[in-house]
């Protein structure tokens, strides 16, 4: 491969990799667009994520990288396809952006908005607990980020720590649709039970009756906990017992732990087990946790590695 862009100098021929687009012209021309593939960003179930640097315009973007010996088996494809569809018809601020998708012999591509301070699962690891007024304000861009979702008839299913990635300016950017579905027509009931362990609703478990957009909610109160606990409500090392935990709605706020009355009864008021008795997004949003100070719009990423200062 012959690349005589002059940016290529500027960087190590043998450990970056470079990776072609093809994209065909209206007038069936095709052109290339080539990226730089940089440093590893992370490793999820099947896919692995690298920095890719578009050569031509240098935008910097977040590379996930899947293996077609993967996606053989059709159903995986499928699913994949979905996840696609589902995630390039979103445009938020508070929702990862998806940028472009394509493919070469051996690989599938897809090029996301690139979030450069991980997700809120490594700010919890170094943190360990977050500020009340850390979580008004992630708590604001989140439902933000939701409402729009439910407004366009999608439930995410997948709300959790992993799921949040932070951007350079440390907003927070939903991502990951790869358990997301779109319902035909309200009122539309779901029956596929999916979800992550110590985020699941207990109408998933339970599969009598289907399940709507309510589970988000739901996730979103499990979310609230450990944020400002340190852990799961429901977390166990025995999952049967978690799931048990789950349906009976059996939680405790630990006592050495100072946590505000309100957040306390605005989780109470997420984690309800009728899903129909839960907060509605609009009802988070006017919850006196969210009303008693003006709520900032975004944390220093100081907050990275330590606690704001006062509080
Ligand atoms: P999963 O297989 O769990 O869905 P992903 O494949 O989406 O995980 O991502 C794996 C890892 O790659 C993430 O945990 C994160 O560290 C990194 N990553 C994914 N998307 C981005 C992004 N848009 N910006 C920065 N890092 C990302």
Known sequence: MSIRSKDLELYDK????????????PNGDIVKKRYIKGRLLGKGGFATVHEFSCIDNKKVSAGK???????????????????????????????????????????????????????????M?????????????YLAQ???????????RIIHRDIKLGNLFLSDKMEIKLGDFGLATK??????RKRTICGTPNYIAPEILDGKHGHSYEVDIWSLGVLLYT???????????DIKLTYKKIRMTAYAFPEQIKISDELKDLISR???????????????????????????????????????SGS
Do not use: W
Not at 14 to 25: C, G, L, M, P, V
């Open 14 to 25: 043998d450990s970056h990799q470079i990776i072609e687009e093809n994209i065909t012209k």
């Open 65 to 123: 990288i899947v293996s077609k010996n993967y996606l053989q088996k059709t159903r995986a494809r499928q699913k994949l396809m979905f996840e696609i569809k589902i995630h390039r018809s979103l445009h938020h601020t508070s929702i990862v952006s998806f940028e472009r998708f394509f493919e070469d012999n051996e690989n599938l591509y897809i090029l996301l908005e690139i979030c450069s301070n991980q997700t809120m699962n490594e700010l």
């Open 125 to 137: 690891r170094r943190r360990k607990r977050l500020s009340e007024l850390e979580i008004q304000c």
């Open 142 to 152: 989140i439902i933000s980020a939701l409402k729009y979702l439910h407004s366009h």
């Open 183 to 188: 319902l035909e027509f309200e009122g539309e």
């Open 227 to 237: 944020l400002c606990i340190g852990k799961p409500p429901f977390e166990t090392l």
């Open 270 to 308: 997420l984690l309800v087990s009728d899903p129909l008795a839960r907060l509605t997004l609009d009802e988070i949003l006017h919850h006196p946790f969210m009303g008693r100070n003006p709520i900032p719009k975004l944390i220093p990423s100081s907050s990275l590695a330590v606690p704001l």
